[in-house]
């Protein structure tokens, strides 16, 4: 059973930066997909990166493009989302995904079967 806890997140202004953390437990070896997805309130949960955990590529969501960045180090067995250039509009819960194996798609929530609690991040302009 794999577990997945979230820190980092926070209030900031608009411009600012913070990085999120996804520790990952009960993963071992393997292949295996990790995604960052948010959902802000009354909207739907939306992808905005994911990589995969023994492979170079990695996906971004158009709105984020060029200002976070996800990256793992495996030695700690957790996965990082670097977010900067902060707008509000990057104000939602932030929750880190995982399956064992790779996904066809890492923005899509549908395949994955862990999660984590999430954590809330909220940037004011």
């Known amino acids: 059973q794999v577990q997945l806890v979230e820190s980092g997140g926070g209030s900031v202004q608009a411009g600012g930066s913070l990085r999120l953390s996804c520790a990952v437990f009960?993963?071992?070896?393997?292949?295996?997909?990790m995604g960052w997805f948010r959902q802000a309130p009354g909207k739907e949960r939306v992808g905005v990166a994911g990589l995969y955990i023994d492979g170079d590529r990695t996906s971004y969501a158009d709105s984020v493009k060029g200002r976070f960045t996800i990256s793992q180090d495996k030695a700690k067995n957790t996965v990082y989302l670097q977010m900067n250039s902060l707008k509000p509009e990057d104000t939602a819960t932030y929750s880190c995904?995982?399956?064992?194996?790779?996904?066809?798609?890492?923005?899509?929530?549908?395949?994955?079967?862990?999660w984590g609690q999430g954590t809330q991040v909220t940037v004011s302009s």
């Open positions: 009960g993963y071992t070896y393997g292949s295996a997909s």
């Open positions: 995904a995982a399956r064992m194996g790779w996904v066809p798609d890492l923005l899509s929530s549908e395949y994955y079967n862990n």
